[in-house]
């Protein structure tokens, strides 16, 4: 199984904010719809090896950890994946892993929680960095996940501490947006046949 762990700083945790439609202020929910998009989805076909973890740290209740697989039984479209967030958001439960559609629960948890357990669970992380190792030279098992930003990227403590813990790697020279990572990092593997 291969995750992406997507970390906002600003992304609205809560349904009703995303309510108004306006992304921007939502906390740029823009930047996560493209990475999920990105992340999941292929022409005609979805990936259903790939669990997405949203960790929003925007207002009101932060922070909360979506995360996202897709199943047989889950009904979803690029189109309506803004939708997709919003009911996920509006059934939290305190105190609880919802299950809100098939493959889509939220928590309350920290970024830091979600790492470690992935990491728990026998899960090589990377770090998406400009300046770490090519991702064409890195050793990548089969047991995979990548952690990246949005437009702010990663929190300067849990960066410093994650780039001592986890290898950084690179997806090339330039800054790319999240979105067009995920789909880089998706491409490699697949050439790999990851």
Do not use: W
């Amino acid at each position: 199984m291969k995750h992406f762990v997507y970390f906002s700083s600003s992304a609205a945790t809560s349904g009703k904010a995303l309510s108004g439609g306006d992304l921007m202020k939502a906390g740029r929910m823009d930047i996560a719809i493209h990475s999920l998009i990105q992340g999941i989805f292929l022409s005609h076909d979805f990936r259903k090896d790939v669990t997405f973890h949203f960790v929003f740290y925007g207002m009101p209740d932060p922070p909360k950890h979506i995360e996202i697989t897709v199943t047989d039984e889950l009904e979803i479209s690029k189109k309506d994946v803004g939708n997709l967030i919003k009911k996920i958001l509006y059934k939290y439960r305190f105190g609880e892993k919802t299950e809100v559609f098939p493959g889509c629960f939220v928590e309350k948890k920290s970024f830091l929680k979600v790492v470690e357990e992935l990491i728990e669970k026998d899960v090589e992380c990377f770090i998406l960095d400009k300046s770490g190792e090519s991702i064409r030279e890195a050793k990548i098992p089969q047991n995979c996940g990548f952690i990246l930003g949005d437009h702010d990227g990663l929190p300067q403590k849990e960066m410093k501490r994650l780039k001592n813990a986890l290898t950084p790697v690179s997806v090339g020279p330039k800054m790319y947006f999240a979105s067009q990572t995920v789909a880089v990092v998706n491409n490699e593997l697949d050439v790999r046949g990851i």
